[in-house]
């Protein structure tokens, strides 16, 4: 009790020096509690929406894997539904038609899907759909022609009941009026859903009304879902279909989100991680200092009888009982980050309501273990050394001296770590393959990462001495004064700098890579692609063939390619099976699209009873020119076919693809599963390029989801999708640089704490208030640049050995980013500044008499 006693009022003594400390860990422990509450009640959202729609049984086409991409969902026949209401125990059959694969436009003919990337639904208005809506306006369906519109894509788009739609599908399109708006019992997640009447959703969707997507089974009283399931698998014979009860399909349902929601938790997750990593260098920081500060209290405990071992356990109870305030702190706060994140969502178009905030228990124990369990860890060095020390410090002054040969041991590791690790990232970047360079990066970025923290005191002395010269020295003694405070002590400006170091380090790193894969890209597309314009359809979905056609019928244009991939497995020579695509496309696609071959002529690959294969599947599979490979192409038949070119992997566009003549392709397949293009191509009549280019927009008018691109939107595009994700990781990162920024502020807070006398007595032989608080700014501003120039240099290095590696796709060129790194450092002068506000004013403010009389 003594212990707990003596730290209790410690840590109400020195609040004030440890709140910072608290707002790390409360920081952290936000970032995790929030994770797991935002992707928890997505889940839920989630979870109820597929309860409320699912049916006691549902029966719908037998998937097929590697299923050729047709624009139109698989169907299953119209009479299967009197069979169906003949099955014993079935009290209802409702048909349903659903697809993702259709785009509705205004009549301003603007695409009203998300823009999130979530899906746009279209269907026909059923008994079971509907179970999770209301119409607030209008009335369903009744006649063709007639549609229903969900409310938030209605209120998104200021569309309104007599407004006019078109729905665009693979079979046709067709026009429709807003009869009704629907607003969803449970949570819209972000769709935009519209339903028609069931012979228009057939005819639109389906290209016939003679079919369904799937139908919905209501079990008769005393009827289980398991039984049902079992006496309809009887009566359809099985196999053919897929019949599945509310249970599975929910399960199937929580499956396919998961495959979003769970990678998205481990990167927000990770990124809570590397919060938590650089809090731990404040806490130590903070816990140092204050065991150096008590020197002479713990030293005069020691003389009194207090063993190591209970100064020891003071200093770890101290940190406990921090690391749980902070850590029930951040739980609420990691609550509230989530609410927050749930409004961010919903202002983006993905709508999920803050009554389904769904809290584990685990969240909050999670919390607080994390936040407790760091804490405790960080303050184990500071609680050794405050066990170390011996009764005689009760006669010294504050401060710990310095063991000079643990401090040469600590240098020796430091610089074996970053040595190890910089010849794990050499040899990542001359790795010759990916799966070995990347085990290498990865250790290597560890490495580097703890040997700069470990020998940044060693590097303190060297760089704050040139970043002195350089940005200081201009200041006069002033400048000199900042310079040797940052110097007084090596480990503990180390420590503050490190915290920084690792948020830059990722930002410099990532920046380099971004950078290098938009100039491959923008190299690459120089060198190899021959388009004047690339045609694609937003939201991944394939070109409809409606606007295939105005796309060939447009003026101007020397040639058009058509393009798509066609689902397939090959079996090479050594009897092994590959389940792939082969690009199947028009022979003007080895203009557009100017591959290079290693072996044979591409062109040949389009010859009737040929194809193409990759350099690296040659090498694995062991085939050369000449050989004929099966392939047996998905819902359709078997080819035997000569392999007349080998395609370099030294590519970034089209990387490992399989070539073969479209016309060739269509032999195998029925034309209604052969799948639509999925990109197109032009190329203009010579010196008509702008005459082409309005020409296809022309034709393009009415198909709102095609994108019409030339060569310079392109690399305009990829540019823009890279940035978007930068931007995303980068604002992940900034909550870990609020902590790095915390940790500065704390070391000078602190700094200024156990520099009391001394401040006194320089502002005695005539420092102004004003040159004390310069002085605390630019020791601030250099240790900020110090941790810039460590996180610039650490990142720079990671990021060109990753760039290295990325070579092997193709993604050759290195680019520097000097405009950002230009930018980091501006940012850390900024940082420096402003954390150095408050210990600045409280320097300040000292009364010279009292700081020169503090012991």
């Keep these: ?65 590697n299923a050729q991409q047709t624009g139109t969902p698989e169907t299953l026949p119209a009479s299967l539904q009197a069979r169906l209401a003949k099955v014993p125990g079935v009290a209802r059959v409702v048909p349903e038609v659903s697809s993702q694969q259709a785009t509705v436009a205004d009549s301003r003919n603007q695409d009203v899907g998300s823009s999130t990337g979530a899906p746009t ?28 519109l969900d409310a938030d894509t209605a209120a998104k788009h200021h569309l309104a009941v007599g407004d006019t739609l078109r729905v665009i599908a693979g079979p046709g399109e067709v026009k429709v009026t807003i009869s009704g708006i629907a607003t969803f019992r ?34 008769a009283p005393g009827v289980s879902d398991d039984q049902l399931k079992a006496r309809v698998d009887a009566a359809l014979g099985g196999s053919a279909y897929q019949v599945q009860t509310a249970a599975e399909l929910t399960a199937q349902n929580q499956k396919d989100i998961g495959s979003f929601l769970t990678p998205m938790k481990d990167v927000l997750l990770g990124f809570a991680g590397i919060a938590v990593l650089v809090g731990v260098f404040l806490i130590v920081n903070t816990f140092s200092m204050l065991v150096a500060q008590r020197t002479r209290e713990i030293g005069l405990m020691r003389a009194l009888g ?136 990865a250790i290597g970025v560890l490495l580097t990462l703890v040997g700069f923290v470990v020998v940044g005191p060693l590097l303190a002395g060297l760089v704050v001495r040139i970043l002195g010269a350089v940005t200081l020295r201009m200041f006069g003694p002033v400048g000199r004064l900042a310079e040797r405070n940052a110097l007084r002590n090596p480990r503990r400006t180390g420590a503050t700098a490190a915290a920084l170091m690792v948020g830059l380090a990722l930002v410099a790193g990532l920046s380099v890579v971004g950078d290098s894969m938009v100039a491959s890209a923008t190299a690459q597309m120089d060198k190899s692609v021959g388009a004047d314009f690339i045609i694609q359809a937003g939201n991944g979905n394939p070109i409809s063939p409606a606007a295939a056609r105005a796309i060939h019928a447009a003026e101007h244009l020397s040639h058009v390619t058509d393009r798509t991939d066609v689902s397939a497995t090959i079996t090479a020579p050594d009897g092994s099976k590959d389940r ?63 392999v007349r070119a080998i395609t370099s992997d030294d590519t970034v566009f089209d990387r490992g693809a399989m070539y073969m003549n479209i ?59 890279l940035d978007q994700l930068l931007n995303m990781i980068y604002a992940l990162l900034a909550l870990a640089i609020v902590v790095a920024v915390l940790g500065v502020v704390n070391t000078l807070a602190l700094s200024v704490v156990e520099r009391t006398r001394e401040i006194g007595l320089m502002r005695a032989i005539g420092l102004s208030r004003r040159q004390l608080r310069r002085m605390v700014r630019l020791e601030s501003v250099v240790i900020a640049l110090f941790g810039a120039v460590l996180g610039v240099a650490l990142g720079m290095g990671w990021g060109i050995a990753a760039q290295n590696l990325l070579a092997l796709s193709g993604l050759g060129v290195l680019s520097i980013p000097w405009t950002t790194i ?34």
Excluded at 824 to 837: E, T
């Design 822 to 855: 230009a930018v980091v450092f501006l940012g850390s002068a900024l940082v420096g500044l402003l954390a150095a506000l408050f210990p600045a004013f409280r320097a300040g403010r000292m009364n010279v008499l009292k700081a020169i009389a503090t012991d």
């Design 306 to 441: 207090s063993s190591r071992r209970q100064i020891n356990r003071s200093v770890l109870v101290e940190a406990m009982l921090l690391g749980v305030v902070g850590s029930l702190a951040g739980i609420g706060a990691g609550i509230g980050l989530a609410v927050g994140l749930i409004k961010l969502m919903g202002a983006l178009g993905m709508h999920l309501s803050t009554a389904d905030l769904t809290i584990k228990a685990a969240t909050p124990l999670i919390g607080l273990t994390v936040g407790v369990v760091v804490t405790v860890a960080s303050a184990l060095l500071p609680a050794r050394r405050a066990g170390a020390i011996s009764p005689m410090a009760a006669m010294r002054d504050a401060g710990i001296p310095a063991d000079a040969r643990a401090g040469r041991v600590r240098a020796a590791i430091g610089v074996l770590l970053t040595a190890a690790g910089g010849t794990a990232l050499a040899l990542a970047a001359a790795s010759s393959t990916a799966s070995a360079g990347s085990g290498l990066l």
């Design 663 to 721: 016309a060739d392709a269509k032999k195998y397949l029925p034309a209604g599963k052969f799948p639509l293009n999925d990109m197109m191509f032009a190329a203009a009549e010579p010196g008509q390029q702008s005459q082409a280019a309005t020409a296809l927009k022309a034709a393009t008018a009415d198909y709102p989801q095609i994108k019409v691109r030339d060569q310079a939107d392109y690399k305009t595009m990829i540019k823009q999708q």
């Design 1 to 65: 009790m003594t212990v707990l006693r003596t730290s209790v009022r410690n840590l109400l003594a020195h609040k004030g020096r440890v709140v910072l400390s608290a707002v790390a860990v409360l920081l952290s422990v936000a970032f995790v509690c929030g994770t797991l509450v935002f992707t928890d009640t997505m889940n839920a959202t989630f979870d109820k929406l597929f309860a409320t729609t699912s049916s006691d049984v549902t029966v719908s086409p037998k998937k097929i894997d």
């Design 121 to 148: 639904i279209v269907g026909n208005w059923n008994p079971t759909q509907t179970k999770a809506v209301d119409i607030t306006s209008g009335h369903v369906p009744l006649a063709p022609g007639d549609a229903v």
């Design 580 to 642: 792939t695509a082969i690009a199947a496309a028009t022979p003007s696609y080895t203009d557009d699209l100017q591959a290079k071959t290693v072996r044979g002529r591409l062109i040949d690959a389009y010859s009737p009873g040929a194809m193409s294969v990759p350099e690296g599947w040659a090498k694995a599979h062991k085939v050369t020119l000449g050989d004929r490979l099966n392939v047996a192409f998905t819902s359709g038949g078997a080819a035997r076919l000569t």
């Design 186 to 219: 449970t949570t819209n997640p972000g769709a935009a859903v519209v339903y028609l009447d069931t012979p228009t959703a057939q005819q639109a969707l389906l290209g016939s009304r003679d079919a369904y997507t799937d139908y919905a089974l209501d079990a």
